[in-house]
């Protein structure tokens, strides 16, 4: 495994890793066991070389730090190119350099001739081998070179072999090569790279990085370079957290510890948190959908057996089986839920069948519960008496104010009972939401001061069904969070800040009645 995340990964849209940030990305894979970490370009930008003046301060267990870069400029020779000085500079044990493969690029891009192009590619790989680098050899723009010039591309691959590459890795760099495409071109060229030293570099812009890095370990290929869940330029890098599960659970090949590989889930999701990116519901092994169920007919047969409708364990990669309610749901969803919320519905078949007819009934209004485990919790304890109202409201008022030349301002008052005790309070915001929020917090932390330990994390409205125009039914989802939990609420309404105010309610509660459930189990 070759991860290329700090360098490849970084040059997808939106992504932006300080040198600090590559450091951490770089410890926690070489925590993992990845045997090479690519850091960057040293000799393109001042962070990267940054980054490798970080990297030298820090002892790497299992991974080898990795410089990156290209053969010699045609006009310099090898040891006066600033390039191949900087990736010295770097001091890491490994070099990667790429070389033209594809001979448009020789005459038409460089507008050089093949010829030097091979003795650049020769020059680089022997001097940095004299520098006592272990050398890999990225033959760019491989795959097509190889379909318009066979025996150039044949050539040029022997020019690094022939200096002293380590690896020569075969890179489909535009990525619309097809996987039997893939198959067939790294077979020829397994004939020509001695056992153990080849490699793939796939992009995924035909959406098969990972079928097509698998299709060249089919046919000899040792290293696999590619980034975690798939960052990269244009369309990406081929996805390493599919491509080692698949390898390692799928084709028997091993590449990372039983350890390394229950914490899959976890390095997608921490990399993704330092790319600022939210993590992708449905991407394979390790997304939060990705062994979750919603058809009663599934969940009906996972419990019975998960191998129904799982092609692996989810604990394999640090995943977890989920189960959906929604208007698609069965008794069995529902008796999986409740048993997931603690709520023992023992053999009542017709309390099921009634929670199920009312998630039914109200998603057909528009709630979708399957985003709003808060709500739903909510409601199957409502249904089955195990709820306690911990407040009622009796009514609440907002006014907004905008003028010309200031910003809007909102204030709302709000009347509750709490255990027969009325408490009447008035809070502002810069929304009536934000004012509703603060108001009825207010009025409530004198009950319940663990509120205060509770924050808003996400805010949503959808139009449910867009035909009445600004008088359309809306459905609010609030994301709220603790110091141990993070949950979803849904309200659903005309009136946008009643639709607001059934969810903000309903994140509320969940706090209460969870915190309620706990006290309880002690």
């Known amino acids: 495994m070759y991860d290329t995340t700090l360098r490849d990964g970084s040059q997808g849209e939106q992504i932006n890793f300080t040198a600090e940030e590559k450091l951490r990305i770089a410890k926690r894979l070489d925590e993992m066991g990845f045997p090479y970490i690519e850091g ?79 003795a650049m590619i020769g020059e680089t790989v022997a001097y940095l081998k004299e520098k006592g680098k272990e050398v890999i050899y990225d033959a760019e723009h491989f795959f097509d070179g190889y379909r318009r010039n066979p025996d150039y591309a044949r050539r040029t691959v022997a020019a690094a072999l022939t200096a002293g590459a380590d690896w020569v890795v075969l890179c489909d760099t535009n990525g619309g090569t097809l996987p039997h495409e893939i198959e067939a071109m790294t077979a020829e060229i397994a004939r ?12 995924n812009d035909g959406s098969l990085g990972v079928a097509n890095s698998l299709a060249a370990v089919r046919t000899g290929a040792t290293m696999v370079q590619g980034t975690i869940n798939g960052y990269g330029e244009r369309c990406g ?53 990705a062994f979750a169920h919603k058809g009663g007919v599934h969940v009906s ?27 698609l749901a069965g008794k069995s969803n529902i008796e999986y839920k409740a048993r997931e919320l603690g709520i023992d519905l023992g053999q009542n078949n ?12 109200m998603e057909d209004e528009g709630y979708q519960f399957d985003a709003a485990e ?41 009347k509750i009972t709490v255990g027969g005790e009325v408490e009447l309070t008035a809070a502002e915001g810069n929304g ?36 009445e125009g600004t008088a359309a039914k809306v459905n609010t989802t609030i994301e709220s969070q603790d110091e141990d939990d993070t949950w979803t609420t849904i309200g659903v309404s005309e009136n946008v800040i009643e ?14 009645s969870k915190d309620r459930d706990k006290m309880n189990n002690r």
């Open 350 to 361: 017709g309390l099921s069948r009634r929670i199920v007819d009312e998630i039914k009934r």
């Open 432 to 467: 009536p939401i934000n004012a509703l929020d603060n108001a009825l917090r207010k009025a409530l932390t004198k009950f319940y001061p663990q509120l205060n330990r509770m924050h808003l994390t996400d805010f949503k409205v959808r139009i449910v069904e867009g035909s």
């Open 40 to 118: 960057g370009w040293p000799g393109s930008n001042p962070k990267d070389v940054r980054f490798f003046e970080l990297a030298k301060g820090v002892k790497f267990q299992n991974a080898r730090l990795t410089a990156f870069g290209s053969t010699h400029r045609a006009d310099l020779r090898v040891e006066e190119c600033p390039n191949i000085q900087a990736l010295i500079a770097a001091e890491t044990p490994v070099v990667t350099v790429f070389g033209k493969t594809w001979d448009l690029h020789v005459t038409e891009i460089l507008q050089i001739s093949p010829e030097q192009n091979l």
């Open 237 to 289: 890098n081929a996805d390493l957290i599919p491509i080692i599960a698949n390898l390692q659970l799928k084709m028997g090949k091993i590449c990372l510890s039983e350890e390394a590989m229950s914490h899959l889930t976890n390095l997608s999701n921490y990399v993704a948190d330092v790319a600022n990116i939210s993590p992708l519901n449905s991407r394979p092994f390790v997304g939060r959908s």
């Open 499 to 512: 639709a607001s105010w059934l969810a903000l309610v309903d994140s509320l509660q969940y706090k209460l």
């Open 192 to 203: 020509l790279v001695p056992p153990g030293r080849m490699g793939i570099h796939a992009h």
């Open 374 to 414: 808060g709500s739903l919790s909510l409601l199957i304890k409502k249904i089955t008496g195990e709820f306690v109202e911990p407040f009622t409201l009796e009514c609440f008022n907002v006014i907004a104010t905008k003028t010309a030349h200031h910003p809007s301002q909102a204030q709302a008052t709000i």
């Open 301 to 327: 047969a996972i419990l019975k057996n998960p191998l129904a409708y799982e092609h692996i364990a989810p604990e394999l990669v640090g995943n977890k089986q989920r189960v959906l309610v929604s208007d």
